[in-house]
Nanobody, 124 residues
Framework: QLQASGGGLVQAGGSLRLSCAASGRAFSRYAMGWFRQGPGKEREFVAT????????YYADSAKGRFTISRDKAKNTVYLQMNGLKPEDTAVYYC???????????????????WGQGTQVTVSS
């Protein structure tokens, strides 16, 4: 129901745009987020956008470099990643939260549905 795509191999300083296509539910009414899990690391929060698209939230590591957006007509959420660094290497997951509370934006348990992940590798 959540299909992430757009990952790949990129050099440091490069850009990628991830997409998360939603289907099967009224995801247009869900907050949508991106998390990532690097090698040997816990899954961590990256960014979230509210169902209306009016508010966005970012991890400190993503601020100023990543931009989350959504196209409700296409039921798709994007993560534009610029200025990529080797430490951004991870599997990136999109997630959907039916009942969203900004205080819990970075909490994995706040999200009800998860996509399968897309690999992002940044070479130095």
């Amino acid at each position: 129901q959540l299909q992430a795509s757009g990952g790949g191999l990129v050099q440091a300083g490069g850009s990628l745009r991830l997409s998360c296509a939603a289907s099967g539910r009224a995801f247009s009414r869900y907050a949508m987020g991106w998390f990532r899990q690097g090698p040997g690391k816990e899954r961590e929060f990256v960014a979230t956008i509210t169902w209306s698209g009016s508010r966005t939230y970012y991890a400190d590591s993503a601020k100023g470099r990543f931009t989350i957006s959504r196209d409700k007509a296409k039921n798709t959420v994007y993560l534009q990643m610029n200025g990529l660094k080797p430490e951004d290497t991870a599997v990136y997951y999109c997630a959907a939260a039916e009942m969203f509370n900004a205080v819990d934006a970075g909490t994995r348990g706040s999200y009800d549905y998860w996509g399968q992940g897309t690999q992002v590798t940044v070479s130095s």
